[in-house]
């Protein structure tokens, strides 16, 4: 069955202590993994797009990377307007997209 | 680019009456929208995929005589949830994806509350 978690389910860093996201999938086939940030009572806001093992992007201070397992969101040097939860998105081939729980991330000044 | 707005952003309403929620790609063309419910403090769960011109596909356990979906055009998607009751509450989203790529780019979502 496909399946994606995310880890850890909450998380509270000090302004400008880097950590990590993990996205874990199960798919037949991935066609695309995605990364969205999500403000309380906002929709998801994209941020990558990762198509295959090895492939990284950056985007400010986030950086997304890929394996054949899973993913991780690196937040370097992060600020309070940081804080949000963060979503995790597999597409596979049959076209299904699924949501990971998601990751609430709190930056404390 | 890649903006999807919807309207209204927050709606109340009486139970037993019915509420339409808009959704438009404001800058390119959308050949699927998708149509999201999230409960507070959980993750989106998805109702169904309309494609332009056809049909929507229903999510198992989504009834689709309850939340009607239409796609008429390449920029506009509607949900209409008929006869609403105070279990139809929740935020609903849409998001809208191109005929050429797989990412979906969602709107702000809107929160109904039925009284």
């Known amino acids: 069955e496909d399946q994606v978690t995310q880890s850890p389910e909450a998380l509270r860093l000090q302004e400008g202590e880097s950590s990590s996201l993990n996205c874990s999938y199960t798919?037949?086939?991935?066609?695309?993994l995605f990364w969205y940030r999500q403000d309380p009572g906002k929709g998801p806001e994209f941020l990558f797009t990762?198509?295959?093992a090895g492939e990284e992007k950056e985007k400010e201070r986030l950086k997304a990377t890929l394996t054949k397992k899973e993913s991780f969101l690196h937040i370097t040097a992060p600020k309070p307007e940081d804080s949000a939860t963060y979503l995790c998105?597999?597409?596979?081939?049959?076209?299904?997209?699924?949501f990971g729980p998601g990751t609430s991330l709190s930056v404390i000044p | 680019g890649a903006v999807v707005s919807q309207h209204p952003s927050w709606v109340i309403c009486k139970s037993g009456t019915s509420v339409k929620i808009e959704c438009r790609s404001l800058?390119?063309?959308?050949?699927?929208m998708f149509w999201y419910r999230q409960f507070p403090k959980q993750s989106l769960m998805l109702m169904a995929t309309?494609?332009?011109?056809?049909?929507?596909?229903?999510e198992q356990g989504v009834e689709k005589d309850k939340f009607l979906i239409n796609h008429a055009s390449l920029t506009l998607s509607t949900l209409t949830v008929t006869s609403a009751h105070p279990e139809d509450s929740s935020f609903y989203i849409c998001s809208a994806r191109a005929e050429t790529g797989e990412t979906q780019y969602f709107g702000p979502g809107t929160r109904l509350l039925v009284l």
């Open positions: 798919v037949s086939g991935l066609r695309g």
């Open positions: 800058d390119f063309q959308a050949t699927t």
């Open positions: 990762l198509y295959s």
């Open positions: 309309s494609n332009e011109g056809s049909k929507a596909t229903y």
């Open positions: 998105a597999v597409q596979a081939f049959d076209d299904k997209v699924i």
